[in-house]
């Protein structure tokens, strides 16, 4: 009871009461049950995002590997403009050539070996199957389908997180903005400046750049294990020849993948089933892999209490440390959203934040090597009142109502990002896509629960 007391009295939620002395007319008491915990495939997560992901990794704590291959569509200023056509310098036979055309892929960080080679290929997307704005696409989602049928790469780039083809003088200069560079065929740096001089509106804005011009290119991974690319901004840049004061100069027009296209990402993994099939514990793994559910013993707790106030719901989840010490091992995840598993998905379509009632976020306690959620109180009281007010509705028991909602007692935790204003206030929740993989003390191990009940004496 005491150390109930500690949290009760560190917890500061409007719906912790604390306990009561007998002569305020409230008594309290208090238990602690099991919860049943197990691991869940991530089937998928919303792939939308303004990191784009590219490479191939083995957890070597896990054997699990993963794969990400991503879509990136390009953006044109407003009203974009090239150079009048007579400034334009031509070739021998009095066309418009362009001097090249190269994409790069831009990136800070990454994970995995630096001198690690792998292989991409860039595929053209079909102007006819666009990738839509007002189309959610998640994390499974077959990139290939956006390509055009039958046709070869555009371009194939062998790489490394460290570019060897550029001096040790620029690697070590602060400014460098590390990147991939993939030359594509010169040809298609002058389809777009002929699409320019064709149609201006083409290049108006990005819906017209998209449909009639470039809408994009899928990269996927061809070969190589080891490393993975967290890749900030792409873009698409065309050189070419124009005259100014009777002098040729060269200019670049550049397109840029930024949030107002389309960016998405594909997952897949191998091997999960054993962790999945794994009953000595639970685990988190990301991005889009695996995460832990929760089924809340709330028919228990309210058992003998239906006239009783639930002031307190505590639980901690326990991290096992990893079994083997490994340069490369997968990171910790630091934010964990607890959501009732109906709501998994619609959670971040809509773009909410937890609400303290039926979705919580808590962060990781390295010290504890623990994530506690100090009082669900709120969400218990939720469904359980769900449960009797849906069952009188359809006009059935409790228990008949339960049996075809399964998941009415059921949460799932979910590594995430979180992003706070200056108040510490929750202003984004978003999936974590980093390189995490973690076990929980939990399958064939209950978690504890420990709840608080009060309720006046009459």
């Known amino acids: 009871m005491l150390g109930i007391m500690g949290i009760i009295a560190c917890d500061d939620t409007t719906d912790t009461l604390g306990l009561y002395p007998e002569n305020d007319g409230i008594s309290t008491s208090s238990s602690i049950f099991d919860v049943q915990t197990q691991s869940i495939k991530m089937d998928s997560v919303l792939s939308k995002n303004t990191t784009c992901y590219l490479g191939r990794v083995t957890d070597p704590e896990t054997n699990t590997e993963i794969k990400a291959d991503f879509l990136a569509q390009f953006h044109t200023m407003e009203n974009y403009e090239l150079p009048p056509l007579s400034q334009m310098v031509t ?27 792998m292989k991409v290929d860039v595929y053209e997307l079909d102007t006819t199957k666009v990738i839509r704005e007002d189309t959610t696409y998640y994390s499974n989602v077959n990139l290939e389908a956006f390509v055009i049928p039958g046709k070869a790469p555009i371009a194939r780039k062998v790489f490394t997180a460290t570019d060897y083809t550029v001096g040790d003088e620029t690697l070590s200069d602060n400014t460098y903005y590390k990147n991939i560079r993939i030359m594509l065929p010169k040809e298609y740096g002058t389809f777009i400046l002929n699409k320019y001089y064709e149609n201006p509106k083409f290049f108006a804005n990005s819906y017209n750049f998209i449909r009639h011009v470039c809408p994009g290119f899928y990269f996927k991974l061809a070969n190589g294990n080891g490393t993975m690319m967290y890749l900030d901004v792409s873009t698409l840049n065309v050189y070419f020849r124009f005259k100014e004061n009777e002098k040729e100069v060269v200019g670049l027009s550049r397109f840029t993948a930024t949030p107002e296209v389309m960016q998405n990402n594909s997952f897949s993994y191998k091997n999960l089933d054993v962790l999945l099939n794994e009953t000595n514990c639970t685990f988190l793994k990301t991005p889009a892999g695996i995460c832990t559910e929760m089924t809340l013993p709330i028919d228990e707790i309210y058992h003998g209490h239906n006239n009783d ?19 490369y091992a997968l990171g910790t995840p630091q934010n964990l959203l607890m959501i009732r598993k109906q709501e998994m998905h619609t959670f971040f379509e809509e773009r909410k934040v937890s609400d303290k009632r039926t979705s919580y976020t808590t962060s990781f306690n390295p010290t504890y090597n623990t994530y506690s959620y100090n009082n669900i109180s709120r969400l218990l009281s939720y469904c359980w009142k769900e449960k009797k007010e849906m069952a009188a509705t359809e006009g059935i028991t409790p228990d008949e109502w339960a049996a075809k909602n399964p998941n009415w007692n059921k949460v799932v935790l979910i590594p995430v990002n979180i992003t706070t204003n200056s108040s510490g206030y929750e202003v984004s929740v978003t999936h974590d896509m980093s390189m995490n993989s973690t076990r929980l003390v939990g399958g064939s191990t209950p978690v504890k629960m420990q709840v608080v009940y009060s309720k006046f004496n009459h």
């Open 309 to 327: 106030s639930v002031n307190l719901a505590a639980i901690t989840l326990t991290r096992y440390n990893a079994t083997q010490q490994n340069k």
């Open 91 to 117: 070739n021998a036979e009095g066309k418009i050539e362009a001097d090249s055309v190269e994409v790069r892929l831009y990136f800070e960080n990454y994970y995995g070996d630096a001198n690690n080679p």
